[in-house]
């Protein structure tokens, strides 16, 4: 499983035995780089970035720190070593051998995941691409560069299965991936929340949190398909994702603590030195965590089902759990909060339809956890106030309670208080105006911007005053 680094595309598929598939690939190559030259960070693509580059896929060992210019990085392909079951765990083929070439019948599906998996990782690069300019610190910028290049090099993952798995389309779906934007009125990106712009860092650590995290229950569940492959791509591409959910979550946690420390120096107003305040915070938590949980789609849902049944998509550590020991579900009802008649009620659906919601709950869990984090940190400094999640009806966009007016406690309000109301819970255009004034770049070694704490230990070992980025 040793990674050629010196082929023209890394991997540890034996691409080479392959030769087809690797001119594809070799055709595709170039195409990426000038998408990237495009639509990657502005700027910034002869400067030597501190990056870890996959060298081995071996647990502990896969990441080697060096310097790299961006359009130097290896972008490659590389599967988890045989982690794979070898049978096939959930659905109505349990206990059959997985699949290692795409099962006839389930190709439009399979086909769909995979694009719609894929489409996210060039998307957010493309609405992180300004982001550069206003970093807080090297350290920040370093951050946010090692996570565009990864979301490219999950880009190659899902292009890979698309060239070698599904022919003529499957090369056509990874041109049109280069060929999408995030935003664009005629071609936009397939997911809403991947056409949100992301034009300050607040928004950058809240969309690595909770947008990128819906990326790790997604990949996680796309983990135990029976579809060898893709099982065994999205594994590998967890290790990395991993990091991501480090930058938003330890990025949020740092500006909560700057901010708590300067509640307690200015008596309250936290803008008089250039903070950002708690409101601000917690209106733009509510926006990304609304936007991200739309990502799993709707509540009662026959698509879910279907990806289930077919072994494609399973549960939440569907392989790995305790709790799960029925992997057909076709026993059990799940009861699903919904609406009737204007009115916020429950529904009783047969366990499979909510696979989409047995996912989103335990993604909602997680969440927790990271505002138990940030809350902890005010508590620390002596600051009462809390962070909440709102709820899950709050400012949806798909499924159920789309588009009504459902207050951050998950209370339906009458439609005209909720519009005069909304701007309480939701980011305003005054209150982006402020946090973009705050988005100057800080660029001095070891120098923070005043809005956000230093974090307390550098990125591989090195010292947090570590020059992690040197401008050419
Ligand atoms: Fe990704
Ligand atoms: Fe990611």
Known sequence: MSIDLDDKIPNNVDLSSDRRLQKALEAWQPNFKAWWMDMGPSSFQQDQIYLRTA??????????????????????????????????????????????????????????????????????????????KCAPSLYDLRNLFQVNVEEGRHLWAMVYLLHSYFGRDG?????????????????PRILAAFNKPIDDWLSFFCFTMFTDRDGKFQLAALAESGFAPLARTTQFMLTEEAHHLFVGQTGVNRIVQRTAELMKETAGDVTKQGGIPLEIIQRTINFWFSASIDLFGGEDSSNAASYFAYGLKGRYK?????????????????TLDTVQDGKVTSAEVPLRRAMNELLRDAYIEDCQKALAMWNKTLSSVGVSEQLTLPSHRFNREVGAFAGLPINPAGEMMPPKKYATEQFKWL?????????QSLMVPVYGPGQFANWIAPPPKGINGQPVDFEYVKFH
């Open 55 to 132: 060298v081995s896929v071996e647990k502990g060992g896969w990441a080697h720190y060096d310097y790299v210019k961006m359009p130097d990085y290896r972008w490659g392909i590389f599967l988890a070593p045989g982690a794979a079951e070898k049978t096939i765990g959930f659905g109505d083929h349990l206990g059959q051998p997985v699949w290692d070439k795409v099962p006839g019948d389930y190709r439009k599906e399979l086909r769909r995941i995979i694009v719609t998996q894929g489409d996210t990782e060039p998307a957010s690069v493309e609405q992180q691409k300004l982001l550069g």
């Open 171 to 187: 090369r056509d779906e990874a041109e049109e991936m280069l060929a999408r934007r995030s935003g664009d009125a005629d071609s």
């Open 318 to 334: 569907e392989s790995s759990s305790d709790q799960i020991t029925d992997h057909q579900a076709l026993e059990g009802a799940y």
């Open 427 to 435: 980011p305003s255009a005054a209150d982006r105006a402020y946090v």
